[in-house]
């Protein structure tokens, strides 16, 4: 008896079904493979949003296409009755969920990515001590490429217990951070004035965001924090070199002293 409820779930499948399936399966791979391919492209060829826009479109386009394509595809095989689904979809949940709840875990997470958008395609983004931009967002995982040109995927999984540091939140403009160590003896204003100069006549700099300063004073000397935004976030690195070696010829220029190694800093040698 439960052979024949089993069977009685599954229509008959013609010849017409089984090739009409094949192409619903051949067309939603070949739109995937398709669209991971020219929306790449296409936004190499873009800048700011327009360039973050498209890169989004490639995992809402491909959730999108699998949905479709599982709509289509269960009506032909499946009696769609209401008793059928509900015996279906549960003894799927519980199969699934005891031998891939990870995987799982991951997948529905993707899919929370998609529409919570916590990092979308041309981001950058910290997760566990890793950073990097985002360059793929797959069913299970994000793939996050490092500025060493290292590879790594994260699973999406980590959205659930894990924080996410996300440096542009979709958007063109990314702030970048960098620091001057100085001898506390030396006129800040002037400093301060100097290295605003040198921001603004970075080749990077996105003059419409403003240049920031920050001065904190600490028993070894002074700290200085250069904020400012690159035209791409891509240049982030060019930038904070660019802002570091003009940065410390400019203060050499006017006599400046760096601060020395703070003591909680320095290495202990043994002889």
């Given at each position: 008896?439960?052979?024949?409820?089993?069977?009685?779930?599954?229509?008959?499948?013609?010849?017409?079904?089984?090739?009409?399936?094949?192409?619903?399966?051949?067309?939603?791979?070949?739109?995937?493979?398709?669209?991971?391919?020219?929306?790449?492209?296409?936004?190499?060829?873009?800048?700011?949003?327009?360039?973050?826009?498209?890169?989004?479109?490639?995992?809402?386009?491909?959730?999108?296409?699998?949905?479709?394509?599982?709509?289509?595809?269960?009506?032909?095989?499946?009696?769609?009755?209401?008793?059928?689904?509900?015996?279906?979809?549960?003894?799927?949940?519980?199969?699934?969920?005891?031998?891939?709840?990870?995987?799982?875990?991951?997948?529905?997470?993707?899919?929370?990515?998609?529409?919570?958008?916590?990092?979308?395609?041309?981001?950058?983004?910290?997760?566990?001590?890793?950073?990097?931009?985002?360059?793929?967002?797959?069913?299970?995982?994000?793939?996050?490429?490092?500025p060493d040109d290292t590879v790594v995927f994260v699973p999406h999984l980590k959205l659930w217990d894990g924080l996410i540091h996300n440096a542009n939140n979709g958007g063109p403009s990314l702030m970048?951070?960098?620091?001057?160590?100085?001898?506390?003896?030396?006129?800040?204003?002037?400093?301060?004035?100097?290295?605003?100069?040198?921001?603004?006549?970075?080749?990077?700099?996105?003059?419409?965001?403003?240049?920031?300063?920050?001065?904190?004073?600490?028993?070894?000397?002074?700290h200085y924090r250069l904020k400012a935004y690159p035209i791409d976030p891509r240049q982030q690195f060019q930038f904070m070199?660019?802002?570091?070696?003009?940065?410390?010829?400019?203060?050499?220029?006017?006599?400046?002293?760096?601060?020395?190694?703070?003591?909680?800093?320095?290495?202990?040698?043994?002889?």
């Open positions: 008896m439960e052979t024949d409820k089993i069977i009685g779930l599954f229509k008959t499948v013609t010849s017409d079904a089984v090739i009409e399936i094949a192409v619903v399966i051949a067309v939603s791979v070949g739109i995937i493979w398709l669209s991971q391919r020219l929306f790449p492209w296409l936004a190499e060829h873009l800048h700011g949003k327009q360039r973050l826009f498209v890169l989004a479109m490639i995992p809402t386009l491909r959730v999108v296409v699998f949905v479709l394509a599982t709509i289509w595809i269960v009506p032909m095989v499946i009696e769609t009755t209401m008793q059928n689904m509900i015996a279906i979809l549960g003894a799927a949940g519980l199969a699934i969920g005891f031998a891939m709840k990870d995987y799982v875990s991951s997948l529905i997470a993707g899919i929370v990515a998609v529409y919570e958008l916590p990092y979308r395609p041309g981001d950058w983004i910290e997760v566990d001590g890793t950073y990097g931009e985002v360059k793929h967002i797959g069913m299970r995982a994000v793939e996050l490429v490092t970048c951070v960098t620091s001057f160590y100085l001898a506390a003896d030396h006129d800040a204003h002037q400093v301060k004035q100097l290295l605003e100069d040198v921001a603004l006549t970075s080749p990077y700099v996105q003059l419409k965001k403003q240049i920031t300063v920050v001065i904190s004073e600490q028993p070894w000397g002074t070199t660019d802002l570091t070696a003009r940065g410390k010829a400019c203060l050499r220029a006017i006599n400046v002293k760096f601060a020395n190694l703070s003591p909680e800093h320095a290495v202990q040698v043994t002889p």
